[in-house]
């Protein structure tokens, strides 16, 4: 009788709907003001999932988070990312990486400058070329573009094509890449069920 009883236990437990992922506590306490931030500086179709989930892969929603090499608060900015910013854009006001609405109106910028300097096929290969130049310099990027255009592959498409080529050690090509791929691939659709919108690489 035990062993049935543990039996028909599992197999209820087994036969529950899985419990649908949800974003932190602090993503929700956030969500309305990345919204509004996120339309102010990419107009109303701008994705709030992506940045959502980029803030996801940086920090965690945790606003007072440092990395082991510097980066400070919601966005990881460096501090020197952080004193450019507000050089380029000073409305943004005095650098404060762990205000929270600082850091994600500072992010929002930086990634609205590095998408208007990237040529792609698509919003989903520009998106990724964008989260690959806010982790790892823009520089990079373009330095990566031209090695798949040298190579015969196409220089306007990240995924397969750009992603494959680069001059960076393999450490930081594997980190930029994982990087890309967890805020585009796992992280925004997360976001996009639980929120609304659409992926901008809903084709994968």
């Known amino acids: 009788m035990i062993r049935l009883g543990l039996f ?43 940045h959502a989930a980029q803030i996801q892969q940086e920090s965690a929603w945790r606003p007072d988070v440092d990395s082991p090499v510097g980066a400070q608060g919601l966005a990881q900015f460096m501090p020197s990312t952080s004193a450019w910013i507000v050089e380029i854009y000073p409305d943004l006001g ?5 205000s929270p609405g600082w850091a994600m109106r500072a992010m929002a910028r930086y990634d609205r400058w590095i998408w208007q300097r990237v040529d792609a096929a698509d919003a989903c290969q520009r998106w990724a070329m964008t989260l690959s130049g806010y982790n790892g310099g823009l520089g990079w990027v373009w330095r990566d573009q031209k090695l798949a ?24 090509k594997r980190e930029n890449r994982d990087y890309v791929d967890r805020i585009l691939l796992r992280y925004t659709p997360r976001y996009v069920s639980a929120w609304g919108g659409r992926s901008p690489c809903y084709h994968f």
């Open 8 to 50: 028909l236990t599992l197999l209820l437990v087994g036969c529950q709907p899985a419990t649908a992922w949800q974003p932190p506590a602090n993503a929700e306490r956030y969500q309305r003001e990345l919204t509004r931030i996120v339309q102010q500086t990419w107009g109303l179709d701008g994705s709030v999932a992506v």
């Open 94 to 98: 005095p650098v404060a990486p762990y």
């Open 149 to 172: 255009d040298d190579a015969g592959d196409n220089p306007a498409v990240w995924f397969g094509s750009v992603a494959n080529y680069t001059a960076r050690a393999d450490w930081a």
